[in-house]
């Protein structure tokens, strides 16, 4: 079966400070690959989706950006966290040419 | 611009009361439409979903969802609402053939025992 992990689960980080989070999901090949952030009242912000290695998408403008190193291994990063990065950063995965998201844990950013 | 909407914020019922959540979407063409559920300290997890067929669709825990093509709308349903049915509630749309999901705000729903 897929499992699909996050990490760190939280994190605290101040103002100027670089980012990485990682996504790694198993017992899949070739998924498409989402990073969400989730804020309070906004619900679920579409970042990056990547629908292999090394080929990703942005959607929204900002100080944050993506990689995918390998297959299954998606990365978020900042090289200078701002306040309003602060928020619930989920990834999630797709089979190719499926329908269904599934979705990780999830990492509590807190950007001070 | 194209939107999924979810008119209700914080919704409180008290158990066994009847739950209708909103969802409206402005997209046109064909779409996919979910629902996902936000358990408190829980993973997003798909409680419904609709491709095509019977547009009135079952899902997990006693939830049903309404697709009305013409009002663009996936209204979420149970007919009586436990206290472990508290959480928070999310439409999405895809657009068939792409490969995003866009979301709603959510809805936070309270069931008081």
């Known amino acids: 079966s897929q499992t699909i992990h996050q990490w760190p689960a939280t994190l605290v980080q101040p103002v100027g400070s670089p980012l990485s989070l990682e996504c790694t999901v198993e017992?899949?090949?070739?998924?498409?690959l989402y990073w969400y952030r989730q804020a309070a009242g906004r619900g679920l912000q579409l970042l990056f989706y990547?629908?292999?290695?090394?080929?990703i998408s942005s959607e929204v403008p900002q100080n944050l950006s993506a990689s995918r190193p390998q297959d299954r291994q998606f990365i978020l990063s900042s090289k200078k966290l701002l306040l309003s990065d602060s928020g619930f950063y989920l990834c999630a995965w797709r089979l190719a040419g499926g329908h269904e998201q599934y979705f990780g844990p999830g990492t509590r950013l807190t950007v001070t | 611009a194209q939107s999924v909407s979810q008119h209700n914020h914080h919704v409180i019922l008290s158990e066994a009361a009847s739950l209708e959540l909103g969802c409206n979407y402005s997209y046109g063409g064909t779409v996919n439409l979910f629902w996902y559920v936000q358990y408190p300290g829980q993973h997003l997890q798909l409680l419904l979903k609709?491709?095509?067929?019977?547009?009135l669709v079952k899902g997990i825990k006693g939830f049903e969802a309404e697709f009305i093509k013409s009002k663009f709308s996936f209204n979420l349903r149970k007919p009586s609402v436990q206290w472990s049915d508290t959480a928070e509630y999310f439409c999405a749309v895809k657009k068939t053939g792409a490969n995003n999901l866009f979301f709603g705000t959510g809805t936070r729903l309270t069931v008081i025992p």
């Open positions: 017992g899949t090949s070739n998924p498409n």
């Open positions: 990547s629908v292999g290695i090394g080929q």
């Open positions: 609709y491709f095509s067929g019977d547009p």
